[in-house]
C-alpha cells in the first residue's frame, strides 16, 4: 500500500558529496515525519537524520554540521544532502517515514530497500 523508493547512493572518494532523494507513495494520509537511517556491516542501524512535518529536524551527532536532511512535503519527498563525506559513513541508507494510511488511524512506520553509499578513502 505505502512505497518508499530511494535514490542517489553510489561511490565517492573521501572529502566528496552525494545526495538522497526518497519518495513515498501510495494510500498516504498524512506523514508525520521522514528520515534516514544507515547500517553499516556487522553493525546496528542508526539514524542519520529526521524531518518532521514542521520542519523539526535531528541528527546523529557524527554528521552534525556535514549533513543537511530537508523535506518536500507537497511531494512526499525527502532529501539527504552528504557534504564532506569520510569512510565511515559507508552503509546502506534506508529511508523512513512515519504515516498513517487512509485506511487507517493509528501510525506505523514504513522503510525503503536501502541504498549503498560507499565513501572511499
Known amino acids: 500500500q505505502v512505497q518508499l523508493v530511494e535514490s542517489g547512493g553510489g561511490l565517492v572518494q573521501a572529502g566528496g558529496s552525494l545526495r538522497l532523494s526518497c519518495t513515498a507513495s501510495g494510500n498516504i494520509r498524512r506523514i508525520y515525519a521522514m528520515g534516514w537511517y544507515r547500517q553499516a556491516p556487522g553493525k546496528q542501524r542508526e539514524l542519520v537524520a529526521r524531518?518532521?512535518?514542521?520542519?523539526?529536524?535531528n541528527y546523529a551527532d557524527s554528521v552534525k554540521g556535514r549533513f543537511t536532511i530537508s523535506r518536500d512535503n507537497a511531494k512526499n519527498t525527502v532529501y539527504l544532502q552528504m557534504n564532506s563525506l569520510k569512510p565511515e559513513d559507508t552503509a546502506v541508507y534506508y529511508c523512513?517515514?512515519?504515516?498513517?494510511?487512509?485506511?487507517?488511524?493509528?501510525?506505523?512506520?514504513?522503510w525503503g530497500q536501502g541504498t549503498q553509499v560507499t565513501v572511499s578513502s
Open positions: 523512513n517515514a512515519d504515516l498513517t494510511i487512509m485506511t487507517a488511524t493509528y501510525r506505523r512506520d514504513y
Open positions: 524531518i518532521t512535518s514542521g520542519g523539526s529536524t
